[in-house]
């Protein structure tokens, strides 16, 4: 990544982010390019749901901000198998209309690798992207290094149409190796 990629941080989901992560579920462009697709979610379903996520130890998710602190999406780490160290990885960004397409999509990545692998000592993370989301595959396995792991074919039914869903990974040795961390 170059240094013109801005900078985020990660945060842990507080109760005042609900409104915001409503809204995120609910944006049309997001709904359409996630792979667990959901129902519209109500503000009272998402409090609902919050306190569920201060006891699973099998998930983590984070809030990305910028740097101003302006939330702008969503990532985390799901069903963590401590024992052979790996861990599902997705994002969601949204936010206002000024965010898409400025980088922050590799920089939620590269934040989130940087956790995974330098502070929870994970060796493999790994993620599905819908085949026609150019733009997350492009962020993960062009700019963030991650390599395509197999395809499921017709897999996930989206706007009327099957699409394929293309499987992603990411090794401790794969980071340890791109140009940022040599």
């Not at 499987?167 to 794969?174: C, E, T």
């Amino acid at each position: 990544m170059t240094d013109t990629t801005p900078s985020v941080t990660l945060r842990a989901i507080e109760p005042e982010d609900l409104a915001f992560l409503q809204a995120l579920a609910n944006d049309p462009e997001v709904r359409s390019n996630v792979v667990d697709w959901d129902f519209p979610l109500s503000l009272a379903g998402q409090q609902a749901w919050y306190p569920s996520t201060l006891t699973d130890r099998s998930t983590r998710r984070f809030i990305v901000e910028t740097t101003d602190g302006t939330p702008i999406g969503m990532t985390g780490l799901w069903d963590l198998d401590w024992r052979n160290r790996i861990a599902l990885t997705g994002l969601k960004l949204g936010g206002p209309a000024d965010v898409r397409g400025k980088g922050y999509g590799p920089a939620a990545i590269r934040a989130i690798m940087d956790f995974a692998f330098l502070d929870a000592g994970l060796n493999k993370l790994y993620a599905t992207v819908l085949a026609d989301n150019s733009r997350s595959l492009a962020a993960y396995v062009r700019k963030c290094g991650w390599a395509e792991e197999g395809r499921l074919r017709q897999h996930a039914w989206r706007g009327g149409r099957y699409v394929d869903l293309v499987q992603i990974g990411m090794l401790r040795s794969d980071y340890d190796a791109l140009p940022v961390n040599t």
